[in-house]
């Protein structure tokens, strides 16, 4: 039941691991440097109280009730907030854990919930000042001009500055060689105007909390393409681009770049300010890139073709680029807030408690609604452009974990089949809930204009088998045509900071490692320090004296497969390397069926994989409904934030 796991996790205390990371970059302090917040509650406390003030912004039938009634139902909704927050059953992105009630009197943060009046909240919502900044992810479109350029070089600095990843598609400048009109001279291109935006990044920390996160896009038929797919040779994670992933944008969709391929044809490369004629084989772009991916990570794929094909606002407005991670999609100034439901907890003895995940879902879709009303944004075009749409992205963490618990392994059928039902399942309550809200409060303002309204059958999922999809299309045939809050609603984001927090593996990614040593950045210096780990379920599902029999070599290999033990419980308990590139992208298909924008997912190859390896995964992902598509060969970059003993000393 959701009100038993509430009160059970309410009481387990984040581990020494996430304490310390909390301290080091959550908890907040005065400008002496003295700690206001010692515990997860305490910053539960804070960011409930201000999200729930948000209805009072927001909720328009909160008109109609007295001042009593109006202060009665603020508060109960802060305790709903408060409880799911509390228990790490849910947590947000970490721009609203670090930003929300910046600027508002401590006194109002932290006052007992008994004592709250309705000014208070009136306070809370007046006193937000221009770093109450909330969300962590955000495109901005740069301009083929030196003014369009520098402008958007101040936002990049802004929004980091702010606490945000960003993301651009540099398509629109003109190739590396053309004319320049003004100048008479030639185009330095869009890779060497990345550089401006890498070190403008590197100057301005996010919040003085963690490193900026940038995404860069360039289409494939930009004249620039081959130079961009190496534009971050000799990376070593330190030198080049340093801040941003790299991506090649695919516009069309994946089957018809799929087609060329098959054919062996080409592209034909293209800028309206560009007078070259030049076409290349796919297969010859397909094979640069899979060799700089081996070399360092990037490029990735971004599928921006499959991304609009679902977007319900798509023709009428475009998605352009994805943030950092890849997670979400969006047009020019758009941002969107994330948060994660921890599935782990909500395992109980007879499996997944599903009463318990809707109503986490639904409590996490009203909280992350509320978060765009008390958000403010540093540029008013954002501002604009995010409560048009009102996009957000609720996702899921600790689904690894979920299924060692299960005794499911990773790499099976029975865990995709799980993987798609619990989404499709969260698909259908977060949308249940979203038109709910919009009934309640108001559809997006571009809702008319949108497919849900204008299209009689569509459903912004590729969907496949599920328990619930019939529940599903009732819903976007029957509701959603006059109700829907939200454009989109769901993300899986890689929720590297806060399934720590949580003491959960990360979005829907198996462990890296069982047992661990994590690198953690020292507060204000570029000095990292060792945390050390192991697996919990492991240690629940292992006897004590086992685990310490085999911890030296657990820390050293990082899996149990080369351990002699029972050879069922090797096979549920597997990690990354442990599990095949092919079983890794039929996961990523499994969630993205039934999510609306997008989802973070690392391929893992072995070190051993070759360029070939890299290839095939890229073709095979042009066969699944995926969109887009990161690779990573172990030990190819030398900085990876996790890694296991073995790989340090190599
Ligand atoms: N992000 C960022 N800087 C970082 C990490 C993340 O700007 O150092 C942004 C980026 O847009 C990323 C998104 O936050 O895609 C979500 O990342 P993650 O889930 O790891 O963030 P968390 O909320 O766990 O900190």
Not at 289 to 298: I, L, N, V
Not at 378 to 402: H, Y
Request: hydrophobic share 40%; proline share 4%; glycine share 6%.
């Amino acid at each position: 039941m959701y009100s038993d796991l509430i009160e059970k996790y309410k009481k387990i205390q984040p581990s020494q691991n996430a304490v310390r990371i909390l301290t080091e970059r959550y908890f907040i302090k005065t400008p002496a440097g003295e700690f206001i917040e010692k515990s997860w509650h305490d910053v539960a406390h804070r960011v409930a109280r201000v999200v729930a003030s948000a209805e009072l912004i927001n909720n328009p039938a909160l008109e109609n009730l007295s001042k009593s009634e109006k202060l009665d139902y603020i508060k109960l909704l802060e305790k709903e907030f408060f409880d799911l927050l509390a228990s790490r059953i849910f947590i947000p992105n970490s721009p609203t854990l670090f930003n929300s009630g910046m600027g508002v009197d401590y006194e109002l943060l932290y006052k007992p919930l008994e004592q709250m009046e309705l000014d208070d909240y009136s306070k809370i919502i007046q006193m937000r000042n221009h770093l109450h900044m909330l969300s962590a992810c955000f495109v901005v479109p740069v301009e083929d001009s030196i003014d369009g350029i520098f402008t958007a070089v101040k936002e990049y600095a802004l929004i980091t500055k702010a606490g945000g990843g960003i993301g651009s598609n540099f398509s629109s400048l003109r190739p590396n060689g053309s004319f320049v009109a003004g100048t008479h001279g030639k185009a330095s291109g869009p890779i060497s105007f990345m550089h401006v935006f890498n070190s403008a990044v590197s100057v301005v920390e996010q919040g003085y909390r963690r490193r900026g996160a940038l995404m860069g896009i360039l289409n494939i038929d930009h004249p620039d393409i081959m130079d961009f797919i190496s534009a971050k040779k000799g990376n070593d994670g330190e030198k080049v681009l340093r801040f941003f992933n790299i991506s090649v944008g695919i516009p069309m969709r994946r089957e018809e770049l799929l087609r060329i391929y098959e054919r062996d044809g080409t592209i034909r490369l293209n800028h309206s300010k560009w007078h070259g004629e030049k076409e290349i084989k796919v297969r010859e772009i397909i094979q640069k890139m899979a060799q700089s991916a081996w070399e360092t990570g990037d490029p990735g794929m971004v599928f921006l073709g499959e991304m609009n094909r679902y977007y319900a606002l798509y023709p009428h407005k475009e998605i352009i680029s994805t943030n950092p991670c890849g997670e979400i999609g969006l047009g020019a100034y758009e941002a969107c807030n994330l948060g994660s439901i921890d599935l782990a907890k909500l395992y109980t003895q007879n499996g997944v408690d599903w009463d318990a995940l809707e109503k986490a879902t639904r409590i996490a879709v009203r909280f992350l609604d509320n978060v765009i009303d008390v958000n403010v944004f540093p540029i008013d075009k954002i501002s604009k452009a995010v409560k048009e749409s009102r996009r957000l992205g609720l996702g899921i963490m600790g689904f690894a974990d979920l299924l060692y618990k299960m005794d499911i392994p990773y790499d099976s059928e029975e865990a995709r089949r799980l993987a798609k039902n619990i989404m499709a399942f969260m698909a259908l309550h977060s949308h249940e809930e979203s038109s709910k809200l919009g009934e309640e409060k108001g559809n997006f303002p571009l809702f008319e204009q949108s497919r849900y309204h204008t299209e009689d059958d569509f459903v912004p999922f590729s969907m496949d088998e599920s328990d619930y999809d019939e529940e599903i299309f009732e819903h976007f045939r029957n509701v959603a045509p006059k109700f829907k809050r939200n454009v989109a609603v769901l993300a899986i984001a890689p929720t590297g900071s806060i399934s720590n927090i949580a003491d959960t593996s990360s979005g829907l990614e198996p462990n890296f490692l069982l047992a661990y040593v994590r690198y953690v950045n020292k507060q204000n210096s570029d000095e990292r320090e060792p945390l050390f780990y192991v697996n919990e379920v492991l240690k629940q599902k292992l006897p004590e004296d086992l685990i310490n029999s085999i911890k030296d070599k657990l820390v050293e290999d990082g899996t149990l497969k080369h351990l002699e033990i029972d050879e069922e419980i090797k096979r549920v308990f597997v990690v990354s390397h442990d599990i095949k590139p092919i079983d890794h992208l039929l996961m990523q298909e499994a969630f993205q069926c039934y999510v609306d924008n997008n989802i973070s997912k690392t391929i893992n190859l072995p070190n051993s994989a070759t360029v070939d390896d890299v290839v095939e995964v890229y073709i095979e992902a042009l066969k699944h409904k995926i969109r887009g598509l990161t690779i990573y060969r172990d030990g190819s970059l030398q900085t990876q934030v996790l890694t296991s003993t073995k790989s340090l000393k190599t």
